[in-house]
């Protein structure tokens, strides 16, 4: 059996999705959202919406892909951020090998978006998700790799995909003491190898991989990324890769910098693909990967030579609905909206309605969020300060992963704030 690809180009804007306007009768592709002539600032679509700004995303998609080629290796940007195929489609245009996924679903998701290579950075367990994917292999076009760290699983995966008739790409997932997955030493490594090769034609082993981002310091990251490239070139030597080039991947969006420096000589040695996974660079943030990315380019001289550091691309937009105090403002977002979990949104943008462009709210105003609930912020501001209801407010966010999630549709706006297409997301 064959699978047929859907053409996401040709999905349609859903009217019932929230934060978008007035949809025809007739379908319109996500695509072609800019015929509608939708504007942000002219009140054209309903608020809150989650708003991606088109220039910021091109620019952090150049970014990224311009580092990675600095040291020769491979992106495989992380999807569970976005869950968006057509973000996916941006990154592979711009030269990322493949895209990384967590699960079965988003990894069929990606599939029929149009990405023919996953990397699925986690463990495939359970008789349903062991069959999407082993529908998806059998388009001799797709390729797919998964984590295994115990004879368990090993020995699962072996006898389902034998009974389908289908080979299966793994990697061995390395992993430290108190840490998540993985395994925890040489002695785990090698039961785990042994029962690979007991499932020989049905269990490919294709490489190593590991993630660091569980772990705290610098010292720690580097002897555990070291630890990966010595067991990596151990058993190519041994001959123990059924895949040509073997695969060597780590790197989240907190440390790639430092797993591109102690990775980059397995690449240029030409016998070994290195695949890096940050995902959040594509919209960034203003928190935790903020702090991460200036952490990176204090230490990272080809980070700092590249001018324009990551941009945060990822707005959700509000209305002020209530000015019950001289110092508090009520608007129309809350946990339903935006992610909490990492830092409460900050407040970037301010527009009336019939005037100008926004302005930008500098972080010498003092305006901040100090509460939220469902559907609600509680905005602490300046008492007298110009504001009032039915204004516009832009909210930064951390963690965007979770600001996503909450979106089945988000905005493109280009630099005029004209709504240029509709980002389709499948969580």
């Not at 306007?21 to 319109?28: A, D, E, F, L, R």
């Not at 495989?76 to 592979?92: D, Y």
């Not at 996953?118 to 390729?143: C, H, T, W, Y």
């Not at 979990?341 to 943008?349: F, K, Y």
Request: proline share 4%.
């Amino acid at each position: 059996m064959t699978l047929t690809m859907t053409s996401y180009s040709a999905a349609s804007i859903d009217p019932l999705s929230k934060g978008l306007g007035t949809v025809p009768s007739t379908s319109v592709p996500l695509d072609q959202a800019v015929n509608l002539e939708w504007n942000l600032l002219a009140e054209d679509v309903s608020l809150p919406a989650a708003v991606l700004y088109a220039d910021r995303i091109e620019h952090n998609l150049k970014w990224m892909q311009d580092f990675v080629a600095e040291y020769g290796v491979k992106l495989a940007p992380h999807g569970k951020t976005t869950m968006a195929p057509q973000l996916f489609r941006r990154q592979i245009e711009t030269g990322a090998w493949g895209i990384t996924l967590a699960t079965a679903h988003q990894t069929r998701a990606a599939y029929h978006g149009g990405v023919e290579r996953v990397l699925m950075a986690n463990q495939l367990v359970g008789k349903r998700n062991m069959a999407m994917i082993a529908e998806l292999l059998s388009d001799p076009d797709f390729e797919f790799f998964c984590l295994v760290d115990s004879t368990d699983g090993v020995e699962q995966l072996g006898a389902f995909f034998k009974a389908a008739g289908r080979r299966l790409q793994v990697l061995v997932e390395l992993g430290v003491q108190g840490g998540r997955t993985g395994v925890r030493d040489d002695a785990q490594l090698e039961i785990v190898l042994s029962a690979i090769a007991r499932h020989e034609g049905t269990l490919v082993l294709a490489g190593i991989e590991l993630y660091e981002g569980i772990l705290g310091d610098e010292q720690t990251v580097r002897a555990f990324l070291r630890r990966a490239v010595q067991t990596t070139r151990t058993l190519a030597q041994a001959g123990r890769f059924g895949r040509a080039p073997a695969i060597l991947s780590g790197a989240g969006s907190a440390w790639y910098d430092v797993v591109a420096e102690e990775f980059a000589a397995e690449s240029r040695a030409g016998t070994i693909d290195v695949v890096l996974r940050p995902g959040c660079y594509l919209t960034h943030d203003v928190g935790v990967y903020k702090k991460a990315q200036s952490d990176i380019l204090a230490r990272n001289p080809i980070a700092r030579k590249m001018g324009e550091a990551l941009l945060p691309a990822l707005q959700v937009w509000a209305y002020v609905q209530s000015r019950p105090e001289p110092d508090l403002a009520i608007v129309g977002l809350g946990k339903r909206d935006v992610a909490f979990d990492a830092g409460m949104p900050v407040p970037a943008r301010h527009h009336r309605p019939g005037t100008a462009a926004p302005r930008e709210i500098a972080e010498s105003e003092g305006w901040e969020v100090t509460k939220m609930m469902d559907q609600h912020a509680y905005l602490r501001v300046t008492p007298g300060v110009d504001l009032k209801v039915g204004d516009m407010l832009s909210f930064d966010v951390s963690h965007p992963c979770l600001t996503f999630d909450k979106w089945r549709q988000l905005l493109v706006v280009d630099k005029r704030y004209r709504i240029t297409e509709v980002v389709e997301t499948f969580f």
